[in-house]
């Protein structure tokens, strides 16, 4: 069956906030370190006033992704709430500026477009505090079935579990998707979201994700394990594919009768983690909606998250697909 | 007699939109590479709307250099005019984040705050498109007097000559400074901006500026003449301090008696020179004010406009006064 698109991605549609801090700051401030916070508008406003000097850029898990895809050369669409803004002109101009179809209706009237305040520290590790804004009024309306049947696979963030219209938002897509015989893929997203929506994850791992991405960390929280093997254990056979990441261990590739294990990318130097998982799942992905071979696939996701962390910023700053043929990729 | 202020800066508050292009896209869509060209707000939306994906980040040419000369440890106050809206928010954060005091009443109901399209091409050079906003409303009402008395010096771009208003404030703010005792200095900014306003700006630097900061192509501008010499004989007694900057020929520094040459930093990588020549007068004025001799206040401009070219942004991403002190300067 032919499709218009490669991927259709859903998620928190955001614009990051993007300071250095130190490690003296983190503490002070209470954040926790590596991982997504969800925040208030009264919080975002202290946490803006400590925070040094920044840059912006468009962000989102799943936004960072659907960009990383479309610099492959992929064909993507996305689907996010951003308000009627300046930041949600930012968000929507970016996205749409790398190739991708972007035609949510932003909010009117309500909050601001989300903004995250990401501290990167001196070991280039990312710390989130995400404003939600306009994402909490993401809800299944704005989930068009015809654009689900029209994408080989939709690809959701565990973040959207965290407000209940857009786990609803969630759930649509996902029967949407299997009803018109696609398949769906599903990031675990961070340690803690897992920790919050352990048993609901679990549940859909298990015959509801085709395609699962998830740190080493990640994928351990899911099944309360300390050992790496009992987690590929447990998550063989639940779902088809899943691409556990292991940072600069490289990556497992864990399907029903085997397992792939793809070495990291080298890098020059490590500059900020910020969107290291998002475009790993965009090469993954890219390759994988492409019909190349599960090894092929992983090593596109290590060359396109190698890439992001060696700067400032959460998407690519070169084209992937060019980069890939530079490497014989 | 004591001052509560190193500098302060008077100028166009942006916030610059910076994108790859490259040389086709200058060619194709009529941009005047290398310079700043003003732009009204639907010729802004059309560029954006075929603008690749982009960073924000705050800039305005004197702000820049606010930005640079906090980092170097220095005292600093801005006069801009931003507008109640969320990138005016990101404006009013970043500098006075970085330390630089910030107090100009936000236009409410009016244009929005500024912003600059700017395209980096292969060659680093980048080419900047204004749309001004909300900045056409400064006007001499935003001048403090007292503020400027407490100024060493007051630092002020020639981009303000562009809008009557701000022209306006640019005379309050130099005829404040020097009837309090302080020096004025000027930026000629841009050779399309000298070409705009020779006559002016040479009554100006005639008994009027201090401190002069220039790259040669304004230079020779200002005096209509192709030779360097010829401009730094004219230049020369008519303030009291120019700097001329000459990209990787180093700058010269010229007064009343003598001509102080100063080479270029090395640098490691030529990224965007955006910020390039704010980011000299920071390191100069802030040499300047702390009382150190000519050539140091020139390996200090040096220094920081070597900083800037390395990376995407026209403001420093190290604390210069560190960066100084690891080079011995």
């Known amino acids: 069956m032919t499709a218009a698109y490669d991927v259709t991605g859903i998620g928190n549609a955001i614009v990051d906030i993007i300071a250095q801090a130190d490690d003296a700051f983190i503490v002070e401030n209470d954040l926790v370190k590596g991982s997504m916070t969800l925040i208030d508008a009264d919080r975002a406003e202290t946490l803006y006033g400590k ?26 669409a996305y689907i996010g709430k951003v308000a009627d803004d300046q930041l949600g002109a930012i968000f929507r101009h970016d996205i749409r500026a790398i190739g991708c179809t972007f035609d949510s209706a932003p909010l009117t009237g309500g909050a601001p477009t989300a903004r995250s305040f990401i501290f ?12 939600l804004g306009a994402c909490v009024e993401l809800g299944p309306e704005d989930v068009d079935a015809a654009v689900i049947g029209a ?25 949407a998707a299997h009803a018109q015989g696609r398949e769906v893929s599903l990031t675990l997203s961070d340690s803690f979201c897992v920790e919050r929506h352990r048993d609901a994850f679990r549940g859909l791992v298990q015959g509801h994700v085709d395609i699962l991405f998830g740190n080493e960390e990640e994928i351990l929280s899911l099944y309360q394990t ?9 998550v063989r056979g639940a779902c088809k594919v899943a691409a556990i990441t292991r940072s600069e ?7 029903a009768d085997r397992t792939v294990e793809v070495a990291a990318e080298p890098i020059l130097r490590l500059v900020d983690t910020t969107g290291a998982g998002d475009q790993y799942a965009a090469g993954f992905l890219y390759g994988y909606t492409q019909g190349y071979d599960l090894a092929r696939c992983g090593r596109l996701g290590a060359i396109a998250a190698a890439e992001v962390i060696e700067h400032i910023g959460p998407r690519p700053q070169v084209k992937l697909a060019e980069l890939a043929r530079s490497r014989g990729a």
Chains 1, 2 share one sequence.
């Open 249 to 255: 261990k490289g990556a497992l590739i864990v399907t």
């Open 51 to 76: 925070m040094g000097p920044a840059i912006e850029a468009s962000g989102g898990s799943a936004g960072n992704t659907m960009a990383g895809i479309a610099s492959f050369g992929g064909r993507g």
């Open 151 to 175: 994408s080989k696979v939709t690809y959701m963030e565990g973040y959207l579990y965290d407000k209940p219209r857009a786990k609803e938002a969630f759930v649509k897509a996902a029967q």
């Open 226 to 234: 300390r050992s790496l093997d009992e987690a590929v254990a447990a």
């Open 120 to 131: 990167v520290t001196p070991d280039a590790q990312r710390t989130m505090n995400t404003f």
